[in-house]
T-cell receptor, first 117, second 111 residues
Framework: GAVVSQHPSRVICKSGTSVKIECRSL??????MFWYRQFPKQSLMLMAT?????????EQGVEKDKFLINHASLTLSTLTVTSAHPEDSSFYIC?????????????FGPGTRLTVL | DAKTTQPTSMDCAEGRAANLPCNHS???????VYWYRQIHSQGPQYIIH???NNETNEMASLIITEDRKSSTLILPHATLRDTAVYYC????????????FGRGTQLTVWP
């Protein structure tokens, strides 16, 4: 199946700093990429949807100025957590949907564990 | 918004079939039923999806009732590596469709 990678897999940062997470579709072109967040023992929560070359669409309650999303190409999207605080510590997972294909399956990355001290 | 109901947890013996139910009584005519699973601390993995016909692939079978209000994911010969949280999600097939995850079913396969 299609492969989605994320970098870094794990990051620890100090409160107030910004952290950038990359999401790449390795063997397919993604029309749309999605960013999710998952707190311990909870389900995945969709944060935002981004299409290549256009602004991201954020879910209700997600601060667009805090979670900056850039979808610069059909294979790369980045999520920047600005001025991170301990409550932003979470598992961030990206997902990509193929440009072609009958069924528009989404493929998920392995996730990035963010810990804010 | 999750539009499905799944049991919180299920157990299954290794080598036996695991049957995971899902209720989606408010499903619309243009919505598909998707199944994903998430092994601990990993990203979700696509399993299978269907509209109204039963589907089978190398991982699992999906049985959808005739009224489409419920479905069952079948893992024919469960292994220890199938221990995961299984998510049943309804989504339109259009490019606007998004995957909203509910709480899923924690399947534990024991030896």
């Amino acid at each position: 199946g299609a492969v989605v990678s994320q970098h870094p897999s794990r990051v620890i940062c100090k409160s107030g700093t910004s952290v950038k997470i990359e999401c790449r579709s390795l063997d397919f072109q993604a029309t749309t990429m999605f960013w999710y967040r998952q707190f311990p023992k909870q389900s995945l929560m969709l944060m935002a949807t981004s299409n290549e070359g256009s602004k991201a669409t954020y879910e209700q309650g997600v601060e667009k100025d805090k979670f900056l999303i850039n979808h610069a190409s059909l294979t790369l999207s980045t999520l920047t957590v600005t001025s991170a605080h301990p409550e932003d510590s979470s598992f961030y997972i990206c997902s990509a949907r193929a440009l072609t294909g009958t069924y528009n399956e989404q493929f998920f990355g392995p996730g990035t564990r963010l810990t804010v001290l | 918004d999750a539009k499905t109901t799944q049991p919180t947890s299920m157990d299954c013996a290794e080598g036996r079939a695991a049957n995971l139910p899902c209720n989606h009584s408010t499903i619309s005519g243009n919505e598909y039923v998707y199944w994903y699973r998430q092994i601990h601390s990993q990203g979700p993995q696509y399993i299978i999806h269907g509209l109204k016909n039963n589907e089978t692939n190398e991982m699992a079978s999906l049985i959808i009732t005739e009224d489409r209000k419920s479905s069952t994911l079948i893992l024919p010969h469960a292994t220890l590596r199938d221990t995961a949280v299984y998510y049943c999600i309804v989504k339109t097939g259009s490019t606007l469709g998004r995957l909203y995850f509910g709480r899923g079913t924690q399947l534990t396969v024991w030896p």
